[in-house]
């Protein structure tokens, strides 16, 4: 059983639209989560980490926390043809437990 | 400066022989950790050392032995190398070790792509 589910994708988006990226995990006991950029080829780096309920807001991107639903989501407004990667979402439980990714493409 | 760095970033082997990657980091950070990312980008953790000592020990077969001779430097040692062992393995340093509420940002060296023929 997958701790931690994500769409693939891929999900493609036209320049300056909003992405949406959905995760969902299983450990009811998750308190912090993170969420990683992987571009092709590259290592994954870390966009945000959020541990409270509700949003979190960096620049263009804002990730959003609901416990109870055990969902993390992250937004990416206004998107731009180098936000094409696959992100990974990333449950803290004493160890980082990865979802697959959901590899995002943003046409110009 | 590289902060995490990996040798070889590429090896090519043949099934059956023994192979080891190497890890450094220079960021001054406590916990390191080894990686590894399927053909399908699932990226799970194998091992992690804090101060030179393990405490992640994930399922994984006993071929694969990591080793730690300081907290700078984390190796991983591959015995009886299998088709199934081909993956993208990466390794991370933190400041710290995870704690339950904690985030602490992992930094990933650029990787270590095995091809087992």
């Known amino acids: 059983q997958k701790e931690v589910e994500q769409n693939s994708g891929p999900l493609s988006v036209p320049e300056g639209a909003i992405a949406s990226l959905n995760c969902t995990y299983s450990?009811?006991?998750?308190?912090?989560f993170f969420w990683y950029r992987q571009y092709s080829g590259k290592s994954p780096e870390l966009i945000m980490f959020?541990?409270?309920?509700g949003d979190k807001e960096d620049g263009r991107f804002t990730a959003q926390l609901n416990k109870a639903s055990q969902y993390v989501s992250l937004l990416i407004r206004d998107s731009q043809p180098s936000d094409s990667a696959t992100y990974l979402c990333?449950?803290?439980?004493?160890?980082?437990?990865f979802g697959a990714g959901t590899t995002v493409t943003v046409r110009a | 400066d590289t902060a995490v760095s990996q040798t070889p970033k590429y090896l090519v082997t043949q099934m059956g022989n023994d192979k080891s990657i190497k890890c450094e980091q220079n960021l001054g950070h406590d916990t390191m950790y080894w990686y590894k990312q399927d053909s399908k980008k699932f990226l799970k953790i194998m091992f992690s050392y804090n101060n030179k000592e393990l405490i992640i020990n994930e399922t994984v077969p006993n071929r694969f032995s990591p080793k730690s001779p300081d907290k700078a430097h984390l190796n991983l040692h591959i015995n009886s190398l299998e088709l199934g062992d081909s993956a993208v393995y990466f390794c991370a340093s933190s400041q710290e070790r995870i704690n339950r509420a904690g985030g602490e940002t992992q930094y990933f060296g650029p990787g270590t792509r095995l091809l087992v023929l």
């Open positions: 450990d009811r006991g998750s308190q912090s």
């Open positions: 990333a449950v803290n439980d004493y160890k980082l437990s």
């Open positions: 959020i541990y409270s309920n």
